[in-house]
């Protein structure tokens, strides 16, 4: 959205705001600065969990006035505080929101904010970037961008318990990587907020400890860091067990888990060090069953419901949390992980946005080596989603070596791998380059193509019929496939043809056979084999409707002499589901 005070607004969405969205903008240029004082607290009234009213006033051009107000040097330090409140809750409504926001350079507005010596204002400002940095849609590096940035936020974490509670927050969400950790550690993030672990605010003392958290995970530099802590006489690891017990939130149970889990991984922590170990060994055990849960609880939630799905991918860390799960020593976290994943990678907006932010293929791909058989078949058959046309991980699945691994899944004494392995085969295929089919066909084999063409599993038949359909579409590739493979394939669609199969699977079959009368070489396969033309006529005279026009395709395809075909060839892929 522009930031311009004077753009111009269509009248066509003037006409869906209400006067009084108008009203509220319009008090924001009254001359009486009281006035717009008032006009701001009214607004933050107004906005308050009524996400239409937000959308409106965005529409409208609040925020740039509002920012321009904030900045302002004459601008009184309430009315500042106030702008940014509002800010801050236009920030808590939709994504599209947030969006509007950093379009109108709202971060550099609120940074500057924090150099005011108000510490309302300090604290207003602080709210409503933790807001926005915790959006999805917020890039984590915007907090770097300016060196200057994060020594002021260390600096502020003494001011209150509220800066404390969001600069830890902002910290927490914004650290992902060693390079952000790097940062955080070397602008003394673990001196600064150790002691906050003991603060009276649990709030407080759960961001801190998510602080930890974040910083230490595959960290051997922090996680040896942390072991010699001292807080209050008390070492850090030591603090970490306490909040272990069982009296504790659940949530800060989790959390300390992971930060002991990390520095033992780190081997900061020694494996004979008893007081530590056997209480995280025994409250891991606890930890891992209730992560188990709550990640099938997500999986079920998320299974056949959008926006539901939506709100377990908002929730703060959450893919954070699901995708490090992938990587437990439990087996039933990992797949409960994996479960909860592919419920979620049921969203093609999903697919497109937060699972392409979080790279989850890269863990994915990581679990299918070398994982037990209930794991692989719930990770090869989210694998099947990642590798629909529109997922933006097709292409980087394909360059880490998928072909093999799938192609191998298709060999599979357990039939649910076997049509896992076919299925993303064919979802890889659909619309693919001539390369990707060259390699799909290579590495699969002849042989092992017509030996799942006659599969005992009806699913892996019906999804080797489609592998072979996507295989042969595409003029050139057409013919291509055929001028190698030709024989074989006549073979093959001959044998189902004749076969004691459903109607789906002879429409399937038919299907390919119009697709290679849609070559311009390989339809000559079809001409000069009078036993095929035989069974396409006889299957244009047959009693279901579904057969009579896959047939007619065929003949259409023949006859068509034209550059373009009447029929051209067709292709499918599919979502897979449990």
């Given amino acids: 959205m522009a930031c311009l005070l004077e753009t111009p607004i269509r009248m066509s969405v003037l006409s869906e705001v209400t006067a009084s969205s108008r009203h509220y903008v319009d ?16 607004m933050k009234n107004a906005v308050i969990g009524n996400n239409k009213q937000k959308a409106n006033l965005i529409v409208l051009g609040a925020v740039p006035r509002l920012l321009y107000l904030l900045q302002q040097e004459t601008s009184s330090t309430e009315l500042k505080t106030e702008c940014a409140v509002v800010l801050g809750s236009l920030a808590m409504g939709t994504e599209n929101n ?7 350079h709202i971060i550099p507005a609120l940074l500057q904010g924090l150099l005011s010596p108000d510490l309302k204002f300090i604290e207003a400002c602080l709210r409503c970037l933790r807001t926005i940095f915790t959006s999805p849609v917020t890039p984590e590096e915007l907090l770097y961008t300016d060196a200057t940035v994060i020594p002021h936020l260390m600096a502020l974490l003494s001011r209150s318990r509220y800066t404390q509670e969001y600069i830890c927050q902002i910290f927490s969400h914004c650290c992902k990587g060693p390079d952000h950790q790097t940062i955080l550690f070397n602008h003394g993030a673990v001196q600064n907020i150790a002691h906050l672990l003991t603060s009276v605010s649990y709030k407080v003392r759960m961001q801190a400890l998510k602080c930890f958290s974040v910083l230490a995970f595959e960290n051997p530099q922090v996680s040896m860091t942390l072991v010699n802590v001292l807080v209050d006489g008390e070492l850090l690891p030591q603090i970490f067990v306490k909040m272990l017990q069982r009296d504790k939130p659940i949530e800060m149970q989790l959390t300390s888990a992971k930060c002991l889990t990390y520095m033992c991984r780190a081997g900061a922590i020694r494996t004979d060090d008893n007081c530590i170990v056997l209480k995280l060994d025994h409250d891991l055990k606890h930890a891992h069953e209730l992560r188990q849960a709550a990640f099938k609880l997500y999986a079920s939630l998320g299974a056949n419901d959008e926006d ?32 909860c994943l592919h419920s979620l990678s049921r969203s093609v907006q999903q697919l497109r946005t937060s699972f392409q932010d979080h790279a989850v293929w890269k863990p994915l791909m990581k679990v299918l080596q070398n994982a037990p058989d209930e794991i692989l078949v719930v990770a090869s058959s989210m694998l099947c989603n990642l590798l629909l046309e529109f997922s933006p991980s097709k292409e980087p699945i394909l360059e880490s070596g998928a072909v093999e691994l799938l192609c191998g899944l298709t060999q599979s004494e357990n039939p649910a791998l076997r049509v896992n392995g076919i299925w993303a085969l064919m979802n890889m295929a659909f ?17 092992q193509l017509f030996r799942l063409l006659s599969d005992s599993d009806l699913n892996v038949l ?9 295989l042969l579409s595409t003029r050139p ?16 669609v001959t044998l189902i043809l004749e076969g004691e199969h459903n109607i789906e699977v002879k429409e399937q079959t038919l299907c390919i056979l119009a697709n290679i009368a849609d070559g311009t070489t390989a339809k000559e396969l079809i001409m000069t084999n009078d036993d095929i033309l035989q069974k396409i006529k006889y299957y244009m005279g047959h009693s279901h409707v579904k057969l009579q026009l896959a047939a007619m395709f065929c003949i259409s395809n023949l006859v068509w002499n034209d550059e373009e075909a009447l029929f051209q060839s067709t292709e499918r892929g599919d979502w897979r589901r449990p």
């Fill in 27 to 42: 008090r924001l240029f009254d001359p009486d600065p009281q006035k717009v004082l008032q006009g701001v607290i009214d």
């Fill in 462 to 470: 019906m999804k080797t019929l489609g592998l072979l359909r996507n």
């Fill in 98 to 104: 947030v969006k509007s926001l950093l379009d109108c």
């Fill in 308 to 339: 539901i799905r939506k709100k377990i991918i908002e929730t703060e860390n959450m893919m954070d949390r699901i995708v490090t799960g992938l990587s437990e020593s439990s087996v039933k976290v990992r797949l409960a992980a994996v479960r």
């Fill in 431 to 447: 619309q693919a380059e001539q390369k990707i089919k060259a390699d799909i066909l290579r590495s699969l084999s002849t042989e």
């Fill in 477 to 492: 590739h057409i013919d291509k496939i055929m001028s190698t493979h030709g024989k074989q394939i006549m073979q093959a």
